[in-house]
């Protein structure tokens, strides 16, 4: 299957894609575009073309994967259009390629899975407290540091229910909806893309004597 068609057969395409005029307008809002090379007018351009040469460079950048998916380009197109959901389309058509392995921040979402993705299967939330250990995570600074080794102090105070049953804040999720969520994930063939990017990654980095190198160096 072409590659435009692969793209053009989600779902995300057909409500993010409906009449672009190439204004720019998106360009001029979009956080991502003011401090990198990221250019949401450039790849719907890219995209409506059909060219598939230019599709699969593009696919295999970077780029794609420098939107923050605020989705302020949605709120400001007068057209209806959202180029943050086509780069949501694009992320994943370079990952059922292979194509995210040609691209530095691509091989990012390894990092992903292991922060994120553990969190959800671990906690039922993709940021939790106690995954945000200080050592790990030197940016969220000395406010933070303090709040993390005072947490039950904290989140008493501000009215959560940290880790505890019922309801509230950063409850504790039940057994059953855990294992909703694992079902959610399984049917839906999320378990399986997670696992397919997981092992794309790895062994590339068996294969990769430049890959293994940088990954002990870590």
Request: hydrophobic letters at 35%; aromatic letters at 8%.
């Amino acid at each position: 299957m072409l590659l435009y068609d692969q793209i053009a057969s989600d779902v995300r395409f057909k409500e993010g894609l409906k009449s672009c005029m190439n204004c720019g307008v998106c360009t001029a809002i979009c956080p991502a575009a003011e401090f990198s090379d990221y250019d949401p007018r450039v790849l719907l351009s890219i995209v409506q073309s059909k060219d598939e040469a230019e599709i699969e460079k593009i696919l295999k950048s970077d780029i794609i994967w420098l939107c923050g998916q605020c989705m302020s380009c949605k709120t400001r197109c007068g057209r209806g259009n959202c180029p943050g959901q086509i780069v949501s389309v694009l992320r994943k058509v370079s990952q059922e390629n292979g194509f995210f392995l040609f691209s530095k921040k691509g091989k990012q979402q390894l990092e992903v899975i292991q922060s994120i993705g553990k969190n959800i299967f671990t906690y039922g939330y993709c940021v939790h407290p106690e995954a945000l250990i200080p050592e790990k995570h030197p940016e969220q600074g000395s406010v933070w540091e303090w709040m993390y080794h005072n947490k039950e102090k904290v989140y008493e105070k501000l009215g959560a229910n940290l880790d505890q049953d019922g309801a509230g804040t950063l409850r504790k999720i039940s057994v059953e909806s855990m294992n909703e969520l694992m079902a959610i994930f399984e049917v839906t063939g999320g378990t399986d893309f997670i696992r397919k990017v997981q092992e794309s990654i790895q062994e590339e980095q068996v294969t990769d004597p430049e890959q293994n190198e940088e990954s002990n160096n870590k």
